[in-house]
């Protein structure tokens, strides 16, 4: 809460003894608090000067004392929300707990106290007040309650025994059951949570929420088909159930059953042809099929109808239209998604189409425009506008660009790797090595600014001996990173290895097609006579990369 809030909360309080209102037509019968002499009644005025001031260590602090000295309930819980807001956790436990003292029938108070307590890491101290808590109440409603109320404390385990053990005194309640599952579940425990599934749906065939815990924990156990199994029986036995309908829908999606999930997504439009969610889950699908006419459809139906997310149906259409070479169409889309979780992306696409219309200046000053929430978006939109300025011929512009980020910026690693690449593509390979070394110092255990430095050394220099200890180091941070691989294959070929250069290039290629390992591997295998082999990975490769330059040179100087 605010500080404006917060002198709100305190303004819409009584000011005498903090009667409350019920929330229904006649008001709660409270008894009266005792009376208040003088120096109780400074002290009750203290605490509300303080809050309405913001002092908020103040008000918590006198309004404490105040519940120690008067046995009213009302104040107990006052005093506990006040220290709650003052961010004083153990101060407003120890005003919840003579809350509930005053007031031992008062729900709110014990799940304020339960809340506090598993903050603290005091789980066992909570059961006792979870278990009061569960008999005021409907046992049935309150065990739906626990996921919301416990589910962001870490100690997961313990939470799932905690549950086990409160359930145990409610044997024929589905609604316990099911909160066991949840919290099992919830602790990697996906056994456990399909034993105690199982009973709940015993207890309570049909139940929606439980068949779709059950896929969930299947999924986990024994993987998606059984998930999927499992959904295809329950909705045959209970073809209304809409959300497990959905959800095994986009279960058919996760597991490459395009055409099956866009089956039940159009089934489930036709019959709630009013529902924007089926028709954007539609589009989705669509989407992921590349049927990019119907995605548009769909996901324009889903916006028309009022689906709840539209920066991202404007991102996704922006996304079609781009893949279709409508630019201009596409840049519309993306213009139109505000904050949200996809505002960041949206402005970078949006850039990066005005630098391919040519519109370089235009696309910087959006980039400068866009709001960034931290360091690691604010390196996004540099990287953003160096890439527009390098793809415009403009490597000076990029080259300042990153220079201007990195005084601003000393510690991002990714701009200082980015201009070193720069430099390398400027043919200034002095000033590439020193922001490599510069980057290795600040960060020892960055492989790419080994791999870099020793490739380039290797490809571009006479020191072959240098690049391969540096690869070497690259190679002990990342073994199997298929890139680094294939410079160290590089650069003992350079040294007039190629047999031991090929086992590195056949790892590399394996684990990545790429076009310049192909190139590296065919010149390897080549020098060591395995000609065939050799234009047999050339030819497949040009196939799927015919414009590659660094492939195509090597084969026009190898076989002319």
């Not at 807001?85 to 003579?98: F, G, T």
Request: net charge neutral; hydrophobic share 45%; glycine share 6%.
């Amino acid at each position: 809460m605010n500080l404006k809030s917060l002198r709100l909360a305190f303004l819409t309080l009584p000011l005498v003894a903090c009667a409350q209102t019920a929330a229904v037509a006649q008001p709660e019968v409270v008894k009266p608090a005792p009376g208040l002499d003088g120096p109780l009644l400074y002290q009750f005025l203290l605490g509300e000067i303080a809050g309405q001031r913001g002092e908020l260590k103040l008000a918590a602090d006198a309004y404490s004392d105040l519940a120690d000295k008067i046995p009213d309930a009302r104040i107990a819980k006052r005093a506990t929300e006040i220290a709650s807001y003052s961010r004083q956790p153990k101060l407003a436990l120890k005003n919840a707990l003579l809350w509930v003292e005053l007031d031992p029938a008062s729900a709110k108070g014990r799940q304020t106290v339960v809340s506090l307590l598993l903050s603290a890491g005091q789980v066992s101290d909570a059961k006792p007040h979870l278990d009061a808590w569960l008999r005021l109440g409907k046992p049935e409603e309150t065990f739906l309650q626990l996921h919301g109320l416990l589910a962001r404390q870490n100690d997961k385990l313990a939470l799932s025994n905690l549950v086990s053990d409160l359930a145990a005194a409610y044997p024929g309640l589905p609604e316990a059951r099911f909160a066991v599952a949840q919290f099992a579940l919830q602790a990697g425990q996906a056994a456990k949570a399909l034993s105690v599934l199982d009973e709940a749906l015993n207890a309570r065939p049909g139940w929606e929420s439980a068949a779709l815990l059950k896929s969930q924990a299947l999924s986990r156990k024994d993987g998606l088909p059984a998930s999927l199994a499992y959904l295809e029986g329950f909705l045959r036995d209970y073809p209304q159930a809409r959300e497990a309908r959905l959800t095994y829908a986009k279960q058919l999606a996760r597991a490459g059953r395009l055409g099956d999930s866009r089956q039940v997504f159009e089934q489930i439009a036709k019959e709630s042809p009013d529902s924007p969610g089926a028709h954007f889950a539609l589009g989705l699908v669509a989407l992921q099929g590349n049927d990019l006419d119907n995605a548009r459809t769909s996901l324009i139906k889903a916006m028309d109808l009022g689906h709840q997310d539209i920066p991202t149906i404007r991102l996704y259409l922006g996304q079609i239209e781009e893949a279709q070479g409508k630019l201009e169409q596409a840049l519309t889309w993306y213009k139109g998604v505000d904050r949200s979780p996809v505002y960041l992306d949206a402005r970078l696409r949006s850039a990066t189409l005005m630098g391919k219309l040519g519109r370089v200046r235009e696309a910087r000053e959006w980039l400068a425009e866009t709001h960034a929430r931290n360091d690691g978006e604010r390196v996004q939109l540099i990287q953003a506008e160096t890439m527009i300025l390098r793809d415009a011929k403009d490597l000076p512009g990029a080259y300042q660009a990153l220079s201007q980020a990195i005084e601003k910026m000393p510690g991002a690693f990714d701009l200082l790797y980015d201009r070193a690449m720069l430099s390398e593509k400027r043919g200034q390979l002095d000033l590439m090595e020193k922001d490599l070394l510069q980057l290795i110092r600040l960060k020892p255990d960055y492989a790419h600014a080994y791999n870099a430095l020793g490739y380039t050394l290797a490809d571009r220099t006479a020191r072959i001996d240098e690049a391969i200890k540096y690869l070497e180091t690259a190679l002990k941070l990342s073994p199997e990173d298929p890139f680094i691989l294939d410079s160290m294959g590089w650069a003992l070929f350079k040294a007039k290895r190629p047999g031991e250069a090929i086992p590195y290039l056949r790892r590399a290629f394996a684990a990545k097609p790429d076009p310049e390992i192909a190139a590296h591997l065919g010149e390897s295998l080549w020098a060591t006579g395995e000609r065939e082999e050799a234009q047999r990975i050339w030819r497949a490769s040009l196939q799927t990369h015919p414009d590659n330059e660094v492939l195509r040179e090597t084969v026009s100087r190898l076989t002319r």
